[in-house]
């Protein structure tokens, strides 16, 4: 976690956080906020889910290809059984530069409805919230799970390239559903 100050009026606050200063004294505003990557540098794979949690969400051993940064604010990770083989877990991560940047939803609560909108047209199913808490949704699709999950740190997009309905619990889990 990263912490910083700085003076009101001096930069902008983020996610619509709002400050009201009465005194024309010297007033210190104190924000904290998950530190972000460079610009351009991808997530680590292990802050979204560890291989260890990964393979018990889906009882097969899988381990995380290297992340893609996918443009800014938005990381690509890949859980795979083999170098060879296709992912069995998709997941891209969409932090608050790429939520601002969105012209349509600006917010991790509309980008997270966007993104579920989306799936729900393309699979033409209905979400299912999982149950126990967090924000999080399945979508059914064929042969494979779409989750969407709204964590602190951004939202994310998984593809769950197996059919068990239990696997795309499980996964929702682990990346913290």
């Given at each position: ?70 443009d800014t604010g938005v990381t690509e990770c890949n ?14 991560h969409f932090d608050r530069r790429a939520i601002l ?77």
């Open positions: 976690m990263r912490i910083t100050t700085q003076p009101i009026g001096a930069g902008r606050l983020q996610f619509g956080e709002r400050v009201r200063a009465r005194s024309t004294g010297a007033v210190a505003l104190l924000i904290v906020s998950a530190a972000l990557p460079a610009i351009g540098q991808p997530v680590d794979c292990a802050d979204i889910a560890s291989n260890v949690a990964m393979s018990a969400a889906l009882g097969l051993r899988v381990v995380a290809a290297a992340p893609v940064a996918r859980w795979v059984r083999t170098a060879d083989t296709p992912p069995t877990v998709s997941v891209r940047a969105n012209p349509v939803a600006r917010t991790p609560e509309s980008y997270f409805e966007l993104l579920v909108s989306a799936g729900e047209e393309v699979a033409g199913r209905r979400r299912e919230p999982l149950p126990g808490g967090g924000k999080a949704v399945l979508i059914p699709g064929n042969g494979q799970w779409l989750v969407v999950v709204q964590r602190p740190d951004g939202v994310l997009r998984v593809v769950v390239n197996l059919p068990a309905r239990a696997t795309a619990f499980a996964v929702a889990r682990a990346v913290g559903g």
